[in-house]
């Protein structure tokens, strides 16, 4: 089975989203397989979005995953990483699908409530940075 990594960020704990974004995933069939809730440090921050590097909206998108705690999870099921990118919608939540995790929930780009792997490659990356000997 295909394993995807989550995190629900921030901006969705906050605002007590995290047992309606679980639910998604769980009624979409998808098995939650590791679950951790903490504070990213800005190590950690810059490791996981390190591919962003040097766009304009680096600094802002540290400051904002770190801001607050998060919760990270691994998804396992058929198609996990597409299955996971459709639920959660476009990264703006004006041009998400109605439905989808971020129409529902995003504030705007910067607060846009899930992070979720979009590639095997990013999800086993991803997976050994927020799970560490796991
Ligand atoms: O999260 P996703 O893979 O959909 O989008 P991305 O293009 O990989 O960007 C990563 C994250 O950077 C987004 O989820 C946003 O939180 C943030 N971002 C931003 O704040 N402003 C932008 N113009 C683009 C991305
Ligand atoms: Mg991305």
Do not use: C
């Not at 704990?13 to 995933?25: C, F, S």
């Not at 998400?96 to 992070?115: E, K, Q």
Request: charged share 25%; aromatic share 6%.
């Amino acid at each position: 089975m295909e394993k995807t990594l989550v995190l629900i960020k921030p901006d969705a704990v906050e605002r007590n989203l995290i047992g309606k974004i679980l639910t998604v995933y769980e009624e979409a069939g998808l098995q939650i397989t590791a679950l951790r809730m903490l504070q990213a440090d800005l190590d950690l921050a810059r490791k996981h979005y390190a591919e962003h590097e040097g766009r304009p909206y680096f600094d802002g998108l540290l400051a904002e995953i770190t801001r607050g705690p998060l919760v990270a999870l691994i998804l396992e099921g058929g198609n996990a990483i597409g299955t996971v990118r459709t639920l959660n919608g476009k990264t703006n939540p004006k041009e998400a699908a109605p439905g989808t995790i971020r129409a529902r929930f995003a504030l705007d780009t910067s607060h846009n409530s899930v992070h979720a792997s979009d590639s095997p490659e990013n999800a086993q990356r991803e997976m050994d940075l927020w799970f560490p000997r796991g």
